[in-house]
């Protein structure tokens, strides 16, 4: 039988970011695949030679929107372990909700743009819908609905008020219940059922021996997950990993499902056990009809929409964020970072990993970031022999491939 090249890439329907495949195709079947990656390649790790170490919190933010909160954890947490800064709790805490929040709603586009490769729509704006709500509360907690920059060396720059904290609470309830009715369609559809059960298949040995990371991993059977190491709050929250055995397209669809719930759950909890602040404590809540009193610049103009009402969805105004002290919820940094730091945090796709070196000067001397869509494309390429060329798309997108954070 014949063989044939076929290139899938790197403008496809179903990638939302340039990733090609050479495809060797024998009887409709894939043979070889082998990738072409730099389609976006932009340098930003050679910007920390003219960004200083703290501008370079707002570039690795812009490595990826979709989890820029967690990259700038990442960084954040390396040039604090090499300059031995002690960050307040409450800011650990306040850390992990905006982290999480980042999870769910990167899992939520990732459920959308699956449900889309196989062709069903309406499933596809179900769960967007259920993620601008998600959204909504990154807005009013952060004034920006995607790179929110909450992280500075040191802590965070915003807090959560009470009422603040009761307001996400009640948006969590509402969003848990409608992904909750999406749950029989995603996971028990026959049609969904059928192009992803067996798909794609990754054993627990070749997800080990690849170095598969993240949803990847887990939906082979391995009980990994960088949160285990107690980063931000995770040592005190008692986190246990999500896993699947099948290790095929369905296992992973089913390992972010269940994910995105044990987020809110994660939500919840933090927001329970979050010591009391100084800030939070003597802050200004506003008025009783929650108009805000005392913000000022786009914060203002972000409550005033939601006095408004523009959003169909949300039932209440959130109460306001007031703008924090400087200092209040960060520790004081001196000097400049010294040495070398390795950190990890788990990104909504894996592990993320940055290895950070400081000379003693404002700038840093090497910055260097391992990404989980860079670790887990040799198991893609080990996923993809033996399968069907219609079934290319949906095992591709199972792995949620991000090439932005590959190629930064």
């Known amino acids: 039988m014949a063989r044939t090249i076929l290139p899938f890439g790197p403008q496809h329907p179903v990638l939302p970011e340039p990733l090609h495949l050479k495809l060797t195709i024998e009887n409709e079947i894939v043979v070889e695949a082998l990738p072409t990656l730099g389609y976006v390649h932009r340098g930003l790790e050679k ?20 989890c820029s909160c967690l990259h700038a954890l990442c960084y954040c947490e390396g040039i604090e372990e090499i300059m031995g800064i002690e960050v307040p709790r409450r800011a650990k805490y306040l850390r992990t909700i905006w982290g999480e929040l980042h999870r769910v709603h990167s899992h939520l586009l990732w459920l959308g743009l699956f449900a889309d490769a196989f062709g069903f729509e309406s499933l596809f ?11 909504d509360i990154m807005e009013a907690t952060c004034g920006n609905r995607v790179v929110v920059s909450v992280n500075v060396v040191g802590g965070v720059r915003r807090d959560l008020s009470p009422e603040q904290c009761q307001w996400i609470e009640q948006q969590l309830i509402i969003s848990e219940k409608e992904i909750r009715q999406l749950q029989t369609t995603i996971l028990n559809d026959y049609t969904v059922k059928k192009r992803c059960c067996g798909k794609g298949v990754l054993t627990k040995e070749q997800a080990y021996q690849l170095g598969a990371v993240g949803p990847m991993l887990r939906g082979s059977g391995w009980a990994q997950d960088a ?6 709050a995770f040592g005190e929250l008692g986190f246990e990993p999500i896993v699947e055995y099948d290790g095929d397209s369905y296992a992973r669809c089913a390992v972010r499902f269940r994910e995105t719930l044990q987020s809110f ?15 939070a404590a003597t802050v200004d809540s506003g008025s009783d009809d929650d108009t805000p009193t005392t913000i000022t610049g786009n914060r203002g103009n972000i409550i005033q929409s939601y006095n408004r009402d523009k959003h ?6 959130p109460p306001p964020n007031l703008d924090i002290p400087a200092g209040a919820l960060a520790a004081k940094v001196k000097g400049k970072p010294d040495g070398e730091a390795v950190t990890r945090v788990e990104q909504p796709r894996g592990e993320l990993m940055y290895y950070l070196k400081g000379d003693g000067s404002k700038h840093m001397d090497r910055v260097r970031i391992r990404t989980p869509t860079f670790a887990n494309i040799p198991p893609l390429l080990a996923m993809l022999p033996g399968c069907e060329l219609a079934d290319v798309p949906v095992i591709v997108l199972s792995i949620d491939p991000c090439i932005s954070c590959t190629e930064r």
């Open 47 to 66: 910007l920390c030679e003219v960004r200083d170490f703290n501008q370079m919190v707002q570039i690795v933010e812009r490595v990826c929107g979709i």
């Open 125 to 135: 704006m179900q769960f967007w819908r259920v993620r601008e709500r998600i959204m």
């Open 227 to 232: 949160r285990q190491t107690g980063y931000a």
């Open 265 to 279: 759950d994660i939500v919840r909890l933090a927001i329970a056990r979050m010591p009391a602040g100084e800030t």
């Open 312 to 317: 169909h969805h949300i039932t209440a105004a």
